[in-house]
């Protein structure tokens, strides 16, 4: 109620009786306020009695209190129950303050009220708040509560009491809060500290920020979608620049911090928009909200669905604990049934009667929409919780720059979603996961357990992910370094579990991905030598002579001996036994070398693992000393741009060099160094990117070594004829391979060979003039290497421990192998083998670079490591000269076909060209100026005559005279001018006659090459010719199976003279139509039962015979089994073929008694 100064006691007993006769309750549950308001403090000090004289005791005099009074309780137990327990509150409006600073006020606020404390008890005043009145400025409000003994309730400065409740500042009585300073007064910012135990450590630390959100008038109760939105970003990036200034003016390390908006007016609106919106909102700003560590935040809003609906309270809680996926719920608030009730009180009054109270609707949060939320059933009241186990796992991780590891499984989950993309049907559950755990015995089991009950530093997965390429499923083994338990450091225990992981990878052929956040091996120390051992020191008195030895006293010796963690020799000395330490064995497992050891067996297992099966590794956060190795013999690399990989770290160096040279582990191992030098083959922003590369390089991948691999329905038509067309300048060859955007067609796509959006590079920054990486065609993955044509430059960076050092920029030119590029191609060829990928080379080489510099960076040995890579490759290789390309010398012999005849094709188009040398080198060798002008001579006829009448020479019988000496040098004049005037057309000429020797017609004549094609159709002729491929090697695993024996040329006969058989021998000539043979193959290797396949058939004669052959050399070999063999044969087959045996034995004798 509104108090007027002048108010009199009879006025306010007056008001106070209609209240109580409206309120019809009982009046120890009557709660009145005033609200005052003056001119300055003094005014109010002055007049305080008057104002606490409203609650004074004529209320209790008030004949209706008294007759209510009488019935339920006597009058001192009313006075009592005001005095402990106090109701009433007095707002007090203070127009102009003498100072505008807080802390004064509040020192003047406090003295008084303390002063008046018992009164205000007295009266049962529960709380007394001040408002300062401030000139085009938001009010300050201080409030001082029964509670505190009258003195400040911080919390609530410059916040309306009377709002609280619409903060619910209830909901954070889990932790100790401490009011910040907020710019924005609309705003009220808290640093809450977890309560915890006497004496225990506060680790939990957290920002809550708290806003209302009303229309300027404060009176408007409707509002729009628009003005929702808009003022609640604007309140947003308003919190964020809160929290920025209060994360530089705060101590402690905080997490999980909170933003809560409560929007008062009414929204007409479907729920489903706004989760729509914030999530678009929160996406914007994600990046920065990550950073300030606002991982939760809720917005509370009342919504109609319709213009005269009824309005629903909702309430949308955001949560991104992981920093990879936003988790949205909604509910609307909802009364719980089972507490609006009436219950009678046992309790009875006075007069003997009962008395009925209604107790307070219990209000919870009940889920909207299909998605149940984790808050569903809960009250609304409910705390929010303090950190847990997991959550300070987390935190820790995330604190370091990484992912805890049991959030990798979820991480998984949300990019498998993110592959499938929103218009795909993708299924229910696309991640099915298990740990795998060691037992007792040290071998692998499967088990599901809570997050977070690792008792190693490392974590293992087995996952089935539901992919597009394999909707039915595909099987990984994911081994992760747990960086929350001993800095993920590498034990015995450790590497025990990573063996026996990786082994399990192998035994069942499938891909293993290694997430590398780790310390290297461990280092320890006996713990229990550590506080024992005493120093002999060589004078007691003066240390810095130094010591004999450490050792042990008896008594301590005898406590430590039986544990086996210490080896010492007994001597006496100076009338004391003691016994002088030479060896620290430890009590525990995994203090030095043996997780040297441990180190050695992961490595060598991981070489092998490369071999055997498609091995990933993903850096995040750091990767060090046997880290390092495991990533790098792994090969495929995934960095996190944070993340590094070492050996050694920065400050150990310089403490060997002596001096600070290096100032972070990112100078040394960052990914501007290993990407750049290969060992890195692609990075990514963050661990949720790399988790998603992870899955799209697996998508060009084989399920397991046994399987071909993942043919895709193609989304870019083969038929489709190749837009960008290669030119004689330079170009970026990535245009030739994935298309690019129209150079004049606004808003076109050029396309290029491979399937629009397929092609993935790696090895990206490192020897740039070779370009490497993953594609489809026509669905069918590949692995690719083109040739750039343009000249790139190499950066060489200064070494900060070399002061001579500067560091360098390198120009390297196109279609040139260097010693790093020629390394990246055989380190490409190597992957793609043993990814069992088609690989298809876009050849454009001159050469290679054969300088004293290349030479002595040992271009010879890479170049050599090519035909290495080349010989061993198990999957059909395809290389094709691009039009105006060329392959010439070295470059053309380390990618002949002749290399792996097996596997390996060569095809040119029609514009490439081929040689020992290019045309102007061969013509400085083999076409000299002698014979440009022996040309000449023969085909100009000015020039023939002016050299034929040089040549003439004088003749007795003739009588032709010697030419004068003028006459001879204006000839020779004019010879010389014929000369200089022809040599560059005629070189011009001799340039093209040298070219024509390299062109593909002729190519084709020596077998060099097996097909001419050209540019435009090579997609299609591709296409069908590696399926083909493809399918015939299928088809000869299938034979193979049946008959070891059989060559590739005996298999491919064989497979030609079914062709024939089956087509007729008139279409004998279909046999190399491409596509027709690929919809033969097709048909005859589809594995429908009821089907007729003339290949199965014939495969099943071939096992047949290979059976009998091999049986018949085996008792051909061994006579006396002959027998032995018989019978037991006789014993596995049914009665009737025992019968038709004996009939044909018995024509056997009867022939050979005849």
Same mark, same amino acid.
């Given at each position: 109620m509104s108090v007027p100064v002048s108010s009199g006691p009879f006025e306010m007993s007056r008001q106070g009786s209609e209240l109580f006769l409206e309120g019809g309750l009982s009046p120890p549950c009557q709660r009145m306020g005033a609200m005052v308001a003056f001119q300055c403090f003094e005014d109010f000090k002055k007049n305080f009695d008057e104002v606490i004289s409203c609650f004074a005791d004529p209320m209790l005099e008030c004949p209706l209190f008294t007759e209510v009074c009488s019935t339920l309780y006597d009058e001192e137990s009313c006075k009592q129950s005001m005095r402990e327990n106090p109701i009433h509150i007095i707002n007090v409006s203070i127009k102009s303050a003498e100072t505008e600073d807080d802390d004064t006020l509040v020192t003047a606020f406090s003295t008084y009220a303390q002063s008046k404390k018992s009164i205000l008890f007295d009266y049962g005043i529960r709380r007394i708040t001040f408002l300062?009145?401030?000139?085009?400025?938001?009010?300050?409000?201080?409030?001082?509560?029964?509670?505190?003994?009258?003195?400040?309730?911080?919390?609530?400065?410059?916040?309306?009491?009377?709002?609280?409740?619409? +903060?619910?500042?209830?909901?954070?009585?889990?932790?100790?809060?401490?009011?910040?300073?907020?710019?924005?007064?609309?705003? %009220?910012?808290?640093?809450?500290?977890?309560?915890?135990?006497?004496?225990?450590?506060?680790?939990? /630390?957290?920002?809550?920020?708290?806003?209302?959100?009303?229309?300027?008038?404060?009176?408007?109760?409707?509002?729009?979608?628009?003005?929702?939105?808009?003022?609640?970003?604007?309140?947003?990036?308003?919190?964020?620049?809160?929290?920025?200034?209060?994360?530089?003016?705060?101590?402690?390390?905080?997490?999980?911090?909170?933003?809560?908006?409560?929007?008062?007016?009414?929204?007409?609106?479907?729920?489903?928009?706004?989760?729509?919106?914030?999530? !678009?909102?929160?996406?914007? /700003?994600?990046?920065? #909200?990550?950073?300030?560590?606002?991982?939760?935040?809720?917005?509370?809003?009342?919504?109609? #669905?319709?213009?005269?609906?009824?309005?629903?309270?909702?309430?949308?809680? #955001?949560?991104?604990? !992981?920093?990879?996926?936003?988790?949205?719920?909604?509910?609307?608030?909802?009364?719980?049934?089972?507490?609006?009730?009436?219950?009678?009180?046992?309790?009875?009054?006075?007069?003997? &009667?009962?008395?009925?109270?209604?107790?307070?609707?219990?209000?919870?949060?009940?889920?909207?929409?299909?998605?149940?939320?984790?808050?569903?059933?809960?009250?609304?009241?409910?705390?929010?919780?303090?950190?847990?186990?997991?959550?300070?796992?987390?935190?820790?991780?995330?604190?370091?720059?990484?992912?805890?590891?049991?959030?990798?499984?979820?991480?998984?989950?949300?990019?498998?979603?993110?592959?499938?993309?929103?218009?795909?049907?993708?299924?229910?559950?696309?991640?099915?996961?298990?740990?795998?755990?060691?037992?007792?015995?040290?071998?692998?089991?499967?088990?599901?357990?809570?997050?977070?009950?690792?008792?190693?530093?490392?974590? =293992?997965?087995?996952?089935?992910?539901?992919?597009?390429?394999?909707?039915?499923?595909?099987?990984?083994?994911?081994?992760?370094?747990?960086?929350? /338990?001993?800095?993920?450091?590498?034990?015995?225990?450790?590497?025990? +579990?990573?063996?026996?992981?990786?082994?399990? *990878?192998? =035994?069942?052929?499938i891909p293993r991905v290694y997430i590398s956040a780790n310390s290297g091996a461990r280092i320890g120390l006996a713990e229990e030598i550590r506080h024992m051992f005493q120093v002999a020191w060589i004078d007691p008195t003066d240390p810095y002579k130094g010591f004999k030895y450490l050792y042990l006293t008896p008594q301590d010796y005898t406590r430590i001996s039986s544990s086996n963690s210490v080896h010492c020799e007994h001597v006496e000395e100076g009338g004391e036994s003691r016994y002088i330490i030479t060896d620290i064995i430890g009590k525990e497992d995994g203090l030095g070398v043996e997780n040297l050891r441990g180190s050695g067996t992961i490595a060598g297992e991981s070489s092998l693992a490369y071999n055997e099966v498609i091995t990933i590794s993903m850096v995040t956060c750091r990767a060090i000393g046997i880290g390092a190795y495991l990533v790098r013999l792994g090969q495929r690399v995934i960095q996190v741009e944070n993340s590094h990989i070492i050996l050694t770290g920065a400050s150990a160096l310089n403490k060997v060099l002596g001096r600070d040279v290096y100032t972070s582990n990112n100078q040394l191992g960052g990914v501007q160094i290993m990407h750049n030098n290969g060992v890195t083959h692609t990075t990514v922003p963050d661990d949720f990117e790399g988790v998603f590369t992870i899955l799209q390089w697996l998508s060009y991948m084989p399920k397991d070594k046994y399987s071909p691999v993942p043919v895709l329905a193609p989304k870019d038509p083969v038929e489709r004829e190749i837009e960008f067309i290669p030119t004689k300048a330079p170009y970026d060859p990535r245009w030739l391979l994935a298309g690019r955007p129209h150079p004049s067609v606004k808003g076109a796509w050029q396309s290029g060979f491979f399937d629009q959006g397929s092609f993935m590079e790696v090895?990206?920054?490192?020897?740039?003039?070779?370009?490497?990486?993953?594609?489809?065609? $026509?669905?069918?993955?590949?692995?690719?290497?083109?040739?750039?044509?343009?000249?790139?430059?190499?950066? @060489?960076? =200064?070494?900060?421990?070399? +002061?001579?050092?500067? *560091?360098?920029?390198?120009?390297?030119?196109?279609?040139?192998?260097?010693?790093?590029?020629?390394?990246?191609?055989?380190?490409?060829?190597?992957?793609?083998?043993?990814?069992?990928?088609?690989?298809?080379?876009?050849?454009?080489?001159?050469?290679?670079?054969?300088?004293?510099?290349?030479?002595?960076?040992?271009?010879?040995?890479?170049?050599?490591?090519?035909?290495?890579?080349?010989?061993?490759?198990? %999957?059909?290789?395809?290389?094709?000269?691009?039009?105006?390309?060329?392959? &010439?010398?070295?470059?053309?012999?380390?990618?002949?076909?002749?290399?792996?005849?097996?596997?390996?094709?060569?095809?040119?188009?029609?514009?490439?060209?081929?040689?020992?040398?290019?045309?102007?080198?061969?013509?400085?060798?083999?076409?000299?100026?002698?014979?440009?002008?022996?040309?000449?001579?023969? @085909?100009?006829?000015? /020039?023939?005559?002016l050299a034929d009448q040089l040549d003439a020479q004088?003749?007795?019988?003739?009588?032709?005279?010697?030419?004068? $000496?003028?006459?001879?040098?204006?000839?020779?004049?004019?010879?010389?001018?014929?000369?200089?005037? +022809?040599?560059?057309?005629?070189?011009?000429?001799?340039? %093209?006659?040298?070219? #024509?020797?390299?062109?593909?017609?002729?190519?084709?004549?020596?077998?060099?090459?097996?097909?001419?094609?050209?540019?435009?159709?090579?997609?299609?002729?591709?296409?069908?010719?590696?399926?083909?491929?493809?399918?015939?090697?299928?088809?000869?695993?299938?034979?193979?199976?049946?008959?070891?024996?059989?060559?590739?040329?005996?298999?491919?006969?064989?497979? &030609?003279?079914?062709?024939?058989?089956s087509e007729g021998a008139v279409k004998a000539y279909l046999w190399d139509n491409n596509k027709l043979v690929v919809e033969w193959l097709e048909k005859h290797l589809a594995e429908d039962d009821g089907a007729h396949s003339l290949i199965r058939e014939n495969i099943k004669y071939l096992k047949r015979d290979y059976a009998l052959k091999h049986i018949r050399s085996l008792v051909q070999e061994n006579p006396e089994v002959a027998m032995d063999c018989i019978i037991h044969m006789t014993q596995i087959i049914t009665p009737s073929q025992r019968a038709h045996i004996s009939r044909l034995l018995a024509t056997m004798d009867s022939s050979s008694t005849t």
């Open positions: 300062i009145a401030q000139k085009r400025e938001f009010p300050k409000f201080f409030t001082f509560r029964a509670r505190d003994q009258f003195q400040e309730d911080r919390i609530y400065r410059n916040l309306e009491p009377a709002l609280a409740f619409q +903060l619910e500042l209830n909901r954070m009585r889990n932790f100790d809060l401490t009011a910040v300073p907020c710019a924005n007064h609309k705003m %009220q910012m808290y640093l809450g500290a977890a309560r915890v135990e006497q004496g225990a450590e506060v680790t939990d /630390y957290r920002f809550f920020v708290r806003a209302i959100i009303r229309h300027s008038d404060l009176i408007t109760k409707e509002a729009s979608f628009e003005y929702l939105q808009n003022e609640g970003e604007r309140l947003l990036l308003e919190a964020m620049d809160e929290l920025e200034v209060a994360f530089s003016n705060t101590t402690v390390r905080t997490d999980c911090n909170h933003i809560f908006l409560n929007f008062v007016p009414t929204v007409i609106m479907d729920p489903s928009k706004i989760e729509e919106s914030v999530r !678009s909102m929160v996406m914007r /700003y994600g990046s920065r #909200l990550w950073k300030l560590r606002v991982l939760q935040a809720e917005l509370k809003i009342n919504i109609r #669905l319709t213009p005269t609906g009824k309005a629903i309270p909702i309430r949308l809680f #955001l949560t991104n604990e !992981s920093g990879y996926y936003l988790d949205i719920s909604l509910y609307k608030e909802v009364t719980d049934p089972r507490t609006a009730q009436i219950e009678e009180d046992n309790n009875k009054g006075r007069n003997g &009667r009962k008395v009925q109270k209604r107790l307070d609707s219990k209000i919870m949060f009940h889920s909207y929409g299909d998605k149940q939320g984790p808050l569903h059933g809960m009250l609304i009241n409910t705390p929010y919780v303090t950190k847990d186990l997991l959550q300070s796992k987390r935190f820790q991780a995330q604190s370091l720059g990484t992912t805890y590891v049991y959030d990798f499984p979820e991480m998984f989950r949300q990019a498998l979603f993110k592959l499938w993309g929103s218009g795909q049907d993708s299924p229910k559950e696309v991640l099915m996961c298990t740990e795998l755990v060691l037992d007792p015995q040290g071998q692998l089991v499967q088990m599901n357990r809570l997050p977070g009950g690792n008792e190693v530093g490392m974590v =293992a997965f087995r996952m089935k992910l539901k992919t597009l390429e394999y909707p039915e499923g595909r099987d990984i083994i994911v081994i992760c370094n747990d960086i929350t /338990y001993m800095i993920g450091s590498f034990g015995p225990q450790e590497d025990l +579990l990573f063996l026996r992981a990786s082994e399990l *990878a192998r =035994a069942e052929g090895m990206s920054s490192w020897a740039q003039t070779v370009v490497t990486g993953r594609a489809r065609l $026509g669905g069918i993955p590949v692995g690719v290497i083109a040739v750039e044509t343009r000249t790139v430059e190499l950066v @060489i960076p =200064a070494d900060p421990a070399n +002061l001579d050092s500067e *560091a360098r920029l390198v120009q390297q030119a196109g279609q040139v192998w260097f010693p790093d590029s020629a390394f990246k191609t055989a380190q490409a060829i190597s992957d793609f083998n043993r990814e069992h990928l088609p690989l298809m080379v876009f050849a454009n080489w001159r050469g290679f670079s054969g300088g004293m510099k290349d030479m002595y960076d040992q271009v010879l040995k890479f170049g050599a490591h090519i035909v290495d890579s080349l010989r061993e490759f198990r %999957q059909p290789v395809l290389v094709y000269i691009p039009p105006h390309a060329e392959l &010439r010398g070295g470059s053309w012999v380390v990618i002949d076909p002749t290399i792996n005849p097996l596997y390996m094709e060569l095809y040119a188009d029609k514009e490439s060209r081929g040689g020992v040398l290019e045309a102007e080198g061969t013509v400085e060798i083999k076409f000299r100026r002698k014979d440009l002008l022996k040309t000449m001579r023969r @085909i100009d006829p000015i /020039y023939a005559r004088p003749c007795v019988l003739t009588g032709s005279p010697e030419l004068p $000496g003028a006459e001879r040098k204006d000839l020779e004049s004019k010879l010389k001018t014929r000369e200089e005037f +022809l040599l560059p057309i005629y070189h011009q000429v001799a340039v %093209q006659f040298v070219d #024509l020797h390299d062109t593909p017609g002729r190519m084709q004549e020596k077998g060099a090459i097996t097909d001419i094609l050209e540019w435009k159709s090579a997609r299609v002729f591709f296409y069908w010719r590696l399926r083909r491929l493809l399918l015939e090697e299928a088809a000869k695993l299938e034979i193979l199976q049946a008959n070891k024996e059989l060559s590739n040329g005996h298999i491919q006969s064989m497979l &030609r003279r079914w062709f024939v058989e």
